[in-house]
């Protein structure tokens, strides 16, 4: 049974806006084929009667929204294309509904979330994009027979999971009577990501690319703080991670928001994006913190979580997983934004494994790797953005974070009361049957035999190599396909003495860490576990399909390149090297040099 509907209203700010047109960012873009951000909290009830609760939720939010304009804005398109929210106090949606039949134990006592929680929330499978005519933000109330379920559903092109936190926690406080707000947001549109790139959205509006009906399951786990830190001194107290000449400090990681990439209209890296990358944050040993390699809690959670997955999918050993989580870069961009800079600002980070049974046993293993990568993307990785109206292509399994950072209580409780976080809509989706992509038998070598393990040391692979190899920690299984040095400079215009150079030094590193994602496997390859005349293929770090054979003279051809030499070592990291540089075709186009500039 649907909760009632009690009542519809429009809320206002109770002051008028000042803020103006704010324009949509590069990392604003991309969300509006994305759904509505939904987040709710599930409560007993207060000690006061429900429409005293429903009054004071009324007046803390318009008083709130006077904090946050472009909550009761609405979008608007100007003549040449640019998508704005215009903070015209248009107001947000409250609705205010009955569920009295519900009870808080029939939520948390079955295995699954039930269905009906979905009817707690508003505007489910709404687009974003849809806020040209929708209200941007929505708080629904629903009165259960013991509790209170209060959600909020907020356009994904509007907020992040940084900027929609300080909303809602601003809202609890001015809730509980407090006099001045702890985190103003800052709306300032002069950073680098504001950008004049114009987006060519569909008649109808964008899409999200993925099956809404699909037949999905939701489930929450909850965790002991007990049991977090025994998992997190289990993995630390394994071994800790080297990276360079240093230690990569792996506790630093911020958001959890999902983000996808934005393809440039003319194909090339644009001006904004080049300027991203030569302003991009690359600690030096002087700047960077005191060394450790600590892994956090969450990444030690996720890791399991990701495991458990995996396991519980059944995959072939042969597939490659997908972790995402999108990380904050607030303070990762030069000059660094408003810690509460209220937008979208946020980039997808990939860390991939194979579903191999030595992997899943091993699971410290997966925690480090995963730790190990998903640290140094967030550090260096470039934003090479592709479309912005469709996902990136689909490949492997993949399995995004949310986020559930702490939720402040919204009003007063007497000691006896207590609030019940339901931090989202989706807490770990899982199907109820598993429809996998076919796999290719021709995909079922390992490459991990002794028969094949006759690999010699090299000292080094070439500067720009030797940069490629380092990005990977050496006690860890890889497999790399690197450009030789004459592929660099042939390919990629890449010179010791003009590319490591100045401001060239952060684009020639961003570009690398991008050609490692496409190149590097997590598994180990040697020349002999590829088969003469026939292809066997692997998902890259980042995704990337790589087709392996061997050709007539024994040669490894890996997507059409031809390797030079195979077969060599780093640590356990195996090292081919390549006549060419084996990228996708879009980030092709983007760094292709342009050769008539040199006469």
Known sequence: MSPILISK?????????????LKLSVSDLPMLSCHYIQKGGLFTRPPFPITELIALLKRGLSQTLSHFPPLAGRFKTDADGCIYITCNDAGVEFVHANATHVSIYDILSPTHVPDFVKGFFSFDHTVSYDGHFKPILAVRVTELADGVFISCAVNHAVTD?????????TFAEVCRGAAKITRPPNFRRDSVLISQAVLKIPDRGPKVTFDVDAPLKERIFSFSRESILKLKAKTNNWKRISHRSGEINAGELMGKQRNDPLKASDGKITAIIESWLRNAVSMTEKESPTPTAEISSFQSLCALLWRAVTRARNLPASKTTTFRMAVNCRNRLEPKLDPVYFGNAIQSIPTNAPASDDWLRDSVQIQLTFCSLLSYWACYHPRNRRNTTTHSPFRGVQRPSPSSPPVKTLVNHTPHDRDLPLPSTVALNLPTSYRLPEVSTRNNLMGSSNKYRKVREIESFGKFGDMMVEMLPEDLTFTIFIPSEKAFERDLRFREDESLVGEK????????????????????????????GKEISYDSLSGYSLFMSR????????NGVRSKVVDCRKGKIVVHIMDGVIMEADFEQSVQPDYGEEG
């Open 551 to 558: 050709d007539l003279d024994g040669m490894v051809v890996v």
């Open 161 to 169: 999971g940084t900027s929609f936190w300080n909303f809602f926690n």
């Open 505 to 532: 030094v952060n684009d020639t590193y961003a570009v690398l860490t991008r050609l490692l994602g496409f190149s590097a496997v997590p598994r180990m390859i040697h020349s002999g576990a590829i088969p003469n």
């Open 9 to 21: 209203s429009t809320i206002f700010p109770d002051q008028k806006s000042t803020a103006g047109d």
